[in-house]
Nanobody, 117 residues
């Protein structure tokens, strides 16, 4: 069993930046991919950034150019740097770990990000 703990959420003004961090209780090298997801009220959870064990990254168009995911295999952490934040980025952000190409095996508890003036 692997535990994921997110940190770094908060309130930020539009155009601002936040860095979220996900700390895993075990080695993240055993996972096919680590990713960040978000869920806004009344909406489905969506992928916002993914990094594979080989370092390949993926971003949906909604965040491409604004979000950057990174991993530190020695510290077992996965961060996402979020710049130029918009009110529509407001959501609970979750860290997820996947052992296979499809599906998420472990979730963190989530951290709230609110973008508002």
């Amino acid at each position: 069993q692997v535990q994921l703990v997110e940190s770094g959420g908060g309130l930020v003004q539009p155009g601002g930046s936040l860095r979220l961090s996900c700390a895993a209780s075990g080695s993240i090298l055993s996972f096919y991919a680590m990713a960040w997801y978000r869920q806004a009220p009344g909406k489905e959870r969506e992928l916002v950034a993914l990094i594979s064990s080989g370092g390949t990254t993926y971003y949906p168009n909604s965040v491409k150019g604004r979000f950057t995911i990174s991993r530190d295999n020695a510290k077992n952490t996965v961060d996402v740097q979020m710049n130029s934040l918009k009110p529509e980025d407001t959501a609970v952000y979750y860290c997820g770990a996947s052992r296979r190409r499809v599906g998420v095996d472990y979730w963190g508890q989530g951290t709230q990000v609110t973008v508002s003036s």
